[in-house]
Nanobody, 120 residues
Framework: EVQLVESGGGLVQPGGSLKLSCAASGFTFSYYAMGWFRQAPGREREFVAATSRLAHNTYYADSVKGRFTISRDNLKNTLYLQMSNLKPEDTASYYC?????????????WGQGTQVTVSS
């Protein structure tokens, strides 16, 4: 059974940083592209970042480019999202995703999400 479990969310002040983690199990992690999406209340889920199987390619939404960094550890079966210079508009539930074939917008499997709130 595929499982994706996010952690690391919380409350942070504007300009602050957070690092999200996604622990994966139930599939061969290095065979899958991985991604982060987010969803704010009343809005549709949107793409944040993605990484190819061996992290040779990374993709970012324009709104987070230069502030967020996606990375993965294929030995630990873990995906990360380092978020810096956070803004109130980054407030959302953040979801980890996996997809064997779509490395730009991986969306086959999903985690349950972790809440990030940016507020003073």
């Amino acid at each position: 059974e595929v499982q994706l479990v996010e952690s690391g969310g919380g409350l942070v002040q504007p300009g602050g940083s957070l690092k999200l983690s996604c622990a994966a199990s139930g599939f061969t992690f290095s065979y899958y592209a991985m991604g982060w999406f987010r969803q704010a209340p009343g809005r549709e889920r949107e793409f944040v970042a993605a990484t190819s199987r061996l992290a040779h390619n990374t993709y970012y939404a324009d709104s987070v480019k230069g502030r967020f960094t996606i990375s993965r550890d294929n030995l630990k079966n873990t995906l990360y999202l380092q978020m810096s210079n956070l803004k109130p508009e980054d407030t959302a539930s953040y979801y980890c995703s996996a997809d064997q074939y779509n490395e730009r917008r991986p969306g086959k499997y999903w985690g349950q999400g972790t809440q990030v709130t940016v507020s003073s």
